[in-house]
């Protein structure tokens, strides 16, 4: 199974700041057909996962543009700008270009 | 508006089944892959596998296959997770999602203890 290591496992931020998410996988994300499935999503306290970033870089609907991904290959990172509360909660990234799919550990980006 | 409720979740003993039912609304349910991952009390989510549309074809994380079975209903516009022999490393909330994650019900508890 490919293994992504997430980092850091927890994120103390400031409201108003910028928090940045690293991703790495145990193997190239790019897939045969060249798309790179590497998504990111964030989950609140007591909800499900909400998706925020498909394919490295690209916003889900309604997603604001203070949130960006990027990277390619096995290193990916999410970069959330002028942290506001709504954005407080845990990040897990997910690869489904090799199957099984795999997520990575988790963030907990949380107020410093 | 997209929509996925989880349903069947509860207290069961060890060695059980357990059959969940995710019900959709708002996309048409028989055009996409559908799938289902968990998330243990307090820990992260794994994936537990995923249904062609036209419900021909099953793929499960191999951690999962044996006692997972998923199917579904297209003319219900219902997906479904049978659990068998659960253990209570099978504790957790259960979670349908659709096509690539890009939806997610609201999860449903199963709790395995004696």
């Known amino acids: 199974d490919v293994v992504m290591t997430q980092t850091p496992v927890s994120l103390p931020v400031s409201l108003g700041g910028q928090a940045s998410i690293s991703c790495r996988s145990s193997?190239?994300?790019?897939?045969?057909?060249?798309?790179?499935?590497l998504h990111w999503y964030l989950q609140k306290p007591g909800q499900s996962p909400q998706l925020l970033i498909y394919?490295?870089?690209n916003r889900f609907s309604g997603v604001p543009d203070r949130f960006s991904g990027s990277g390619s290959g096995t290193d990916f990172t999410l970069k959330i700008s002028r942290v506001e509360p709504e954005d407080l909660g845990d990040y897990y990234c997910?690869?489904?270009?090799?199957?099984?799919?795999?997520f990575g550990a988790g963030t907990k980006l949380e107020l410093k | 508006e997209v929509k996925l409720v989880e349903s069947g979740g509860g207290l069961v003993l060890p060695g059980a089944s357990l059959k969940l039912s995710c019900i959709v609304s708002?996309?048409?349910?028989?055009?996409?892959?559908m799938r289902w991952v968990r998330q243990a009390p307090g820990k992260g989510l794994e994936f537990i596998g995923e249904i062609k549309p036209d419900g021909s074809k099953t793929n499960y994380a191999p951690s999962m296959k044996g006692r997972f079975t998923i199917s579904r209903d297209n003319a219900k516009n219902t997906l479904y997770l049978q659990m068998s022999s659960v253990r209570s490393e099978d504790t957790a909330t259960y979670y349908c999602?659709?096509?690539?994650?890009?939806?997610w019900g609201q999860g449903v508890m199963v709790t395995v203890s004696s």
């Open positions: 394919r490295v870089s």
């Open positions: 999602a659709k096509s690539y994650f890009d939806y």
């Open positions: 997910l690869q489904s270009t090799h199957f099984p799919y795999t």
């Open positions: 708002g996309f048409t349910f028989s055009d996409y892959w």
């Open positions: 193997q190239s994300l790019v897939h045969s057909n060249g798309n790179t499935y």
